[in-house]
């Protein structure tokens, strides 16, 4: 593999880094797999499938047990892609397929108003709770019933995957609609989230969209990740900026979302290997490096939720708490671009991130991850599920770390992309 | 003093509480009056006027240094209540009115949208940026210039105020009116937040209200702020109900804020005392002893910010996080619960809140109070001001208690309702 001591971090002239032998990498691969199918995915089978009303119930306790009974439409989605992904992807199981049409029955029964826009959350029964203010409600929406349709060739599912896909493209200028609370024209503000996942949806899509038309958006998005939202002398990007570009000295402006910024080069980093772009893989790992070293607490380890770029108090109180999502999706990137790039703090950052999330997030005991821990690594709630936290980052991330484990393992060397 | 043992609570027979003495009671008092006008007004009034756009930088970091320039509604108008406040109930400084005006005069100019509704935040110079979602901004606004003309005469300020006031009584029904994401019909939601400060505005401005109108405003909201939020059982308020008066088992309706239901029970403590009504006052003590017990952190000390009434874990990342203004409402309510029952309890309590307090929130170094503490009581962010905290809750926490203190000294004894 790949070694230069220089790029690698060197103490007194002696490289820190140990490379990773393909022992040592199907041996974590291993690890994954198992927490992914032994414990992760029966403990949502087991506990989330509502055989009364239909759908999933989300909010589930240490133990599995549900203490409420909302469905928000982010985490049913996020659901149907899991369990059809998984069938596509892994392994073709009839009992996964059925978890996942059971979820997307419930969305086309219920998710949508009468402009095909889907809700944020539905009671039990289906009945719509929060109006549809999210576009992410629709893009998870899409994912979900593309990722159903190509497993089952369900033409209904995959009609509305294309209207909703369709929708927002249309609504993406103004995401937020007539929920908006903004006074247009003061402070006009995009927002990194947009192009992000707008990037994941269509890449998620690429089977059913026109080629002409996936090369297009999938090229506006990466555009529109860097563009506006970098900054170019520390290489982290911010959440929010002007929508003419500008970086903003106020709080939006200021907003650094570690785990989100380190997830978007992820998802560019997926978008450089289809494309054989080694330029843009690079550049996407010398941006979720830069953003690690600046999100990664010093003093206690972890990565924070949120940062002020200026060092000011941020608005959210949250901000030094450590989530699972967060350290999942930096896992992913580290782990994509070590494969990709061969880049040594890659792999260095992944096995130091790798202890803090093995060590800290999953519960021995009852199974399945905790998401959310204070600053010092401790419980704060001991939920395995709730309005935020599904079936989703943690089977997601644990599946992708375990595939590019194993793609180095049968490689024999990082630096995939020439 | 009411000395009641079986009351106060015993060990081994032998009362634990101690009452204080007239000379205890000033002493206290004293240090509140400095805290007050040695430290924390003068920390606004350097650093918070905007001598170049008017209104107030609230933004102030560890030091007072300005860190973000953005105007929060909310907390131009509660700025302009403290110091016309201060003015009118406690000595009459032209400084303090200047700095009344300045803020005034800026919210006048630039604070209303076309229909009268209050912006919730504007630029530095005054251009709108978020739109009169919140009718609490209205709420403020009303105060603010309903006081600000009570020390001034200023006709303009007194028609603004009643125009306001007019408005958010017709709002009252549907606060959040076009800016609500509540799907209309599957589950109407009432907002305990909303008749305590109706309840708070009204009593603010009681000398220009027809006493009609101040009569039976007051009394539904008082009738509205126990009867559907109230669990009998527990005594416990909870912060929304359906609409029809039923508790609801869903994140919203399990939600529980122990500041402020205990604010809640120090306005309702204000309106039993102006009405003579001994049980209304005994009743709000009950709850807010209850919310208290309920609410204290028995491990790190401290008031948590959100509970769930099932001890389910809340929606809110940062329910165990101990809050500046949770802490003082409760003085508060402590403080005149005692002063009006003469239950030992809240004298207790007061006193182990006070310690709590005052060991934590106060910034010896650079003055004023911290905001926001971890559950341990660590500092979480340094900041003296911010999007929520502003020179309102701390000042008139310390203003009350001082008040009730010297009261409470020169009576000579607690119970002063017969």
Not at 72 to 77: D, P, R
Not at 140 to 146: D, E, G, N, P
Not at 191 to 218: G, H, K, Q, Y
Not at 232 to 237: E, K, N, S
Request: proline fraction near 5%; aromatic fraction near 12%.
């Amino acid at each position: 593999m790949h070694a230069d001591p220089a790029e690698a971090g060197c103490r007194d002239g002696k490289p820190l880094i140990m490379e990773p032998t393909a022992e040592h990498l199907t041996g974590i691969a291993q690890k994954y797999r198992e927490a992914l199918l032994g414990d992760v995915i029966p403990f949502w089978e087991r506990h989330s499938v509502d055989r009364e009303f239909g759908g999933f119930l989300t909010c589930l306790g240490r133990d599995g047990s549900v203490y409420d009974t909302d469905k928000f439409v982010w985490l049913q989605a996020r659901q149907v892609w899991t369990f059809s992904m998984l069938h596509n992807r892994l392994e073709r199981r009839d009992s996964w397929l059925e978890v996942a049409r059971q979820g997307a029955e419930f969305l086309l029964r219920h998710g949508r108003d009468e402009g095909g826009n889907w809700y944020f959350s539905l009671d039990r029964g289906g009945r719509p709770l929060v109006a549809p203010y999210s576009i992410f409600s629709d893009c998870f929406a899409a994912m979900a019933l593309a990722e159903f349709a190509r497993a089952t060739g369900d033409e209904a599912a995959r009609k509305v995957a294309g209207q909703t896909y369709a929708n927002l493209l249309a609504r993406k200028g103004d995401p937020k609609g007539r929920y908006s609370k903004a006074v247009p024209g003061t402070r006009p503000l995009v927002s990194l989230a947009v192009p992000m996942i707008l990037a994941n949806v269509t890449r998620e899509l690429e089977w059913m969209l026109e080629p002409a038309e996936f090369d297009r958006t999938l090229g506006a998005c990466v555009g529109e990740v860097f563009t506006p939202f970098l900054d170019p002398d520390r290489q982290v990007l911010h959440e929010h900026a002007a929508s003419d570009g500008r970086k903003l000295d106020t709080f939006e402006g200021r907003l650094l979302n570690p785990g989100h910024g380190i997830e978007a080069m992820a998802f560019i980093l997926e978008i450089a290997e289809l494309k054989g772009d080694r330029a843009l893989a690079e550049r996407a790992v010398e941006v979720a490096l830069r953003t690690l070293e600046l999100g990664w607490d010093r003093e206690w380890g972890g990565i924070f939720y949120f940062l002020d770029a200026k060092g000011h108090p941020p608005q959210q109180l949250e901000w030094d708490q450590k989530l699972w999502w967060v350290h999942l999706e930096t896992l992913v990137a580290l782990v994509r671009g070590y494969r990709l790039t061969g880049r040594q703090e890659c792999w260095s950052w992944f096995e130091r991130v790798s202890a803090y999330t093995w060590g800290h997030f999953p519960d021995p005991e009852f199974g399945e991850w905790y998401g959310y821990l204070n600053r010092r690594g401790e419980v704060l709630l001991p939920l395995k599920g709730g309005k935020w936290k599904g079936c989703f980052h943690l089977p997601r991330g644990l599946y992708l770390c375990m595939r590019e484990l194993e793609k180095l393992a049968e490689s024999g060397k990082a630096k995939a992309l020439p």
